[in-house]
């Protein structure tokens, strides 16, 4: 799992782009699947267990953690949060360092995120901002969401910060740029899991059956037409399935049929509508298609809303150096930091990391030199905000 040593403070090579790459190389080899991030808490902790400690205060929260920065003059507390879980997806980068963990990989960045934070914490233990900081290495951004029970812990009343931001890695930027917005950045998600089930049998015998691999199919198209054709052209939605399952061999007709996907939406109130409708829908195929079908929910995020004031203080800061601030667009991608923002003032930007795969592609490539800038921005903002 780890190289030997782990990465060690005391090397003398903390701040440099060298040393970040070995941390990120690291813990790119151990993803996590959501509140079972043990052995990357381990790893955040050791590493954290080496800093200079005069200054810091140290909480564990589930497989998360909270980390303390005494300021100088300590009027308000700064919060930076990084999100720490991987997906469950099989990593073909082809990578030296590729996950050892089967089945799971960092295909979201979050290796950079914690990277990143613990670039800017090993930098501020050294030298401590005039404000407190906050670090909060949260699990279960992918899901089913560490956020809001991060928000609601009574660690948090210990910690709580009274400014808050977070970075994603971004693809399709490159290096050395920054993109960020007031206002909505990423939308409102929730998951989506539905279970059919009919009367299976014989293959050759269709019509003594009610097929759950017909009837899912069909309503995974008709889900695309609730997109089309129930939420006004003017605000948007995504429906996507990720993954079906149903059957066992090619000549049994299936008696029960799983899909699993998420819906996104623009704003709450169009997310309760799409609900709705998805639940019409369901209500119809029970009857046309002589089944159950049961709908879950999983995990509802709430849209990640940028404080106008907190965006622009931090494009000034940026502009301040040599990196490149843009204008975000708003995207599809869902974020629990959202619950944070909801309570807490704040902002999530988009870090440059120049990968032709995407964000969740089995061959994400984010280029490490962004680890330096992302570094470099988070410390420059937790000093000025
Ligand atoms: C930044 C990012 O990619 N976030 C995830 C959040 C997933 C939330 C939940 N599991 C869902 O799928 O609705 C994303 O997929 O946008």
Not at 28 to 50: S, W
Not at 71 to 84: C, F, H, P
Not at 181 to 191: D, R
Request: hydrophobic share 40%; net charge negative; proline share 4%.
């Amino acid at each position: 799992m780890l190289l030997e040593q782990g990465p060690s403070y005391r090397e003398g090579f903390f701040l440099k782009q060298e040393m970040l790459t070995r941390i990120r190389r690291e813990l790119h080899q151990i993803p996590e699947l959501g509140f079972k991030e043990y052995k990357t808490q381990q790893y955040l902790l050791d590493y954290i267990n080496q800093l200079p400690q005069e200054a810091l205060r140290v909480e564990m929260w589930r497989t998360g953690i909270f980390v303390r920065v005494q300021g100088n003059v300590g009027q308000k507390t700064i919060g930076y949060r990084a999100d720490i879980d991987g997906l469950p997806l099989t990593e073909e980068t082809g990578y030296e360092f590729q996950s050892t963990h089967d089945g799971r990989m960092h295909a979201c960045g979050h290796d950079f995120h914690m990277t990143i934070a613990l670039g800017a914490l090993t930098r501020l233990a050294q030298k401590p901002a005039d404000d407190d900081v906050v670090f909060l290495f949260q699990p279960a951004e992918e899901g089913p969401g560490g956020a809001e029970p991060m928000l609601q812990s009574e660690a948090m009343d210990r910690h709580r910060p009274d400014v808050i931001f977070g970075l994603h890695v971004a693809p399709e930027l490159p290096v050395g740029s920054v993109s960020s917005k007031p206002g909505l950045l990423f939308a409102n998600t929730s998951e989506l899991f539905i279970d059919f089930k009919g009367v299976g049998g014989h293959a050759a015998f269709p019509h003594l059956t009610h097929d759950m691999v017909v009837t899912a199919s069909a309503f995974v198209s008709h889900l695309q037409q609730i997109v089309a054709r129930r939420v006004d052209p003017l605000d948007s939605a995504v429906i996507t399935i990720g993954k079906i399952e149903a059957g066992t061999v090619q000549n049994i007709i299936a008696q029960a049929a799983r899909l699993e996907g998420t819906i996104r939406t623009l704003s709450p109130e169009a997310m309760e509508k799409v609900k709705g409708e998805i639940e019409k829908v369901a209500r119809g195929y029970e009857i046309a298609n002589d089944c159950d079908i049961h709908i879950d929910y999983g995990a509802n995020y709430h849209q990640v809303f940028n404080d106008a004031e907190q965006v622009q203080h931090f494009e000034k800061i940026v502009k301040e150096t040599d990196y490149r601030f843009q204008d975000a667009n708003m995207a599809m991608t869902g974020e629990d930091f959202g619950y944070m923002l909801k309570e807490i003032p704040g902002f999530m930007f988009w870090l440059g990391v120049d990968s032709e795969a995407g964000l969740h592609q089995s061959t994400l490539k984010p280029k490490e030199e962004a680890l330096t800038v992302g570094v470099n921005i988070v410390e420059k903002t937790l000093r000025n905000l």
